[in-house]
């Protein structure tokens, strides 16, 4: 429909989309194939390694395999992974979240390197999505009742682009978000997360490992091409202007604290040099729409990367959101602002669930207090010794769906009351 007319001039695309991180382009795959034109802007010219958005959940394999991305990704080398697993320091077994045991057509994890997976993502797009890199969007454009009609671009590219509707894709610092009356207000954990990138490593197992020691989380996991990513808490200035003396040091200290890691304690040392410091924010936004624009991925919600959710909570995002948009006219704006608000309706609750989720998760294994530590692995625990409430927590990190839990699973959980039903299966 690009270059036809709306009531305020001519319309370049029925949806803008400003960001072409995960959730932008998973929204333009998913627009795209229901022939929606859409034009994707992208403000970075290139994309910088970094270390986030590796692991994908069944929920969002699903997805990506209707779309043609999956056998992208698995033609590049993904890993599959079977299992979430909690382990104490020394490396036993607190909790172990099998996948294989979920009714779903692929019941495991994949990983993968994030500019891989964008990778994979742009090139599954159809006919009718237009992208450009290297194109700032600075304002919205707003007809005379307030409703979002466009964006406006600026830098070396000043423009206005007319649309029928925007979705904003542009991160947890939203500008768009802030423009259009929305807000988000991120909160940070009190701890970082020290990534590292190591090569030529020793085989590890097929699971995401989450060591729950006194220091806080180490997580371990592998990725393609025989490289491990470990996460490991650090206190915000934990390693503030340490040099390479004091790195070595630390990371020994590491090894000795988390006995585990032994066997990749010199792959530690050598791969200081690709460690990146990453902070940590929880939050979502209480409203998703506006007239004329929307909010996916990290525009609208952030959670602890404890629980690999964000990145396939975005590609959730889009699929409700195509959707929502497939089959209605998007020049019956009456229709097209429906749609949106339906959009909200369906992906507000399940946001929601997933923040608590995660934060709570969050708080079980990276809380460094003796009251939190004893609190969190006797949850762990808890949950281990219960059959259906082990189903259930690998079904919630699925990305399947959301099975909360009640108050008296809590006290399962926690020992108070035995749980009866503990050798059961939920319903598949």
Same mark, same amino acid.
């Given at each position: ?10 319309? *370049?695309?029925? +949806?803008?989309? $400003? ?7 998973? /929204?333009? $795959? ?89 990778? $994979? ?7 009718? +999505? ?13 007809? &005379? ?74 997580? +371990? ?16 200035? *934990? ?11 630390? $990371? ?32 979502? /936004? ?48 009456? /229709? ?9 309706? &369906? ?75 503990? /050798? ?5």
């Amino acid at each position: 429909m690009s270059g036809d007319r709306g009531p305020d001039g001519p319309v *370049e695309a029925d +949806v803008v989309i $400003c960001g072409a991180g995960v959730a932008g382009l998973a /929204a333009a $795959c998913a627009l795209g194939r229901h022939g929606i034109d859409v034009l994707l802007l992208e403000k970075q010219r290139s994309r910088p390694p970094v270390a986030k958005g590796e692991v994908l959940q069944p929920g969002s394999l699903n997805l990506l395999h209707g779309w043609g991305v999956l056998p992208a990704l698995e033609a590049r080398r993904a890993v599959r992974l079977d299992r979430l697993v909690a382990r104490r320091a020394d490396g036993s077994e607190l909790l172990t979240m099998d996948f294989g045991q979920l009714d779903t057509d692929r019941p495991w994890l994949l990983s993968h390197d994030y500019v891989t997976i964008l990778e $994979c993502l742009e090139g599954a797009l159809g006919g009718t +999505v237009r992208r450009q890199h290297g194109v700032l969007v600075e304002d919205l454009l707003r007809d &005379e009742h307030g409703r979002v009609t466009g964006v406006r671009t600026g830098g070396g590219d000043r423009r206005e682009i007319r649309a029928r509707a925007v979705l904003a894709a542009d991160g947890r610092s939203s500008r768009l978000r802030r423009l259009a009356g929305m807000t988000a207000d991120p909160v940070a954990y009190d701890h970082r997360l020290l990534s590292f990138e190591l090569a030529g490593t020793p085989p590890v197992t097929d699971e995401v490992s989450t060591y729950v020691t006194d220091r806080g989380m180490v997580m +371990v996991y592998p990725l393609p091409d025989e490289r491990i990513r470990v996460y490991v808490q650090v206190a915000a200035d *934990e390693l503030r202007k340490a040099d390479q003396v004091r790195l070595r040091q630390w $990371c020994r200290q590491l090894v000795a604290d988390v006995p585990a890691l032994g066997p990749l304690a010199g792959l530690l040392e050598a791969g200081l040099g690709s460690r990146q410091l990453l902070p940590v924010f929880q939050y979502w /936004a209480p409203s998703l729409v506006r007239p004329g624009i929307a909010l996916v991925g990290e525009a609208a919600h952030g959670v602890h990367p404890l629980s690999a959710q964000g990145m396939n909570t975005a590609i959730g995002d889009a699929a409700a959101l195509a959707s929502r948009l497939a089959g209605v006219d998007l020049g019956d704006r009456a /229709a097209l602002d429906g749609a949106l608000r339906a959009y909200e309706g &369906e992906r507000l609750e399940r946001i929601k669930d997933i923040h608590s989720m995660s934060h709570n998760a969050a708080r079980m294994m990276t809380s460094t207090s003796r009251g939190g530590r004893i609190l969190g692995r006797r949850l762990l625990s808890g949950s281990a010794r219960s059959g259906r409430l082990r189903h259930q927590l690998t079904y919630n990190m699925s990305g399947l769906g959301i099975r909360p839990l009640g108050t008296l699973d809590r006290l399962f959980q926690l020992g108070v009351l035995p749980d009866r039903r503990r /050798a059961a299966v939920a319903a598949r």
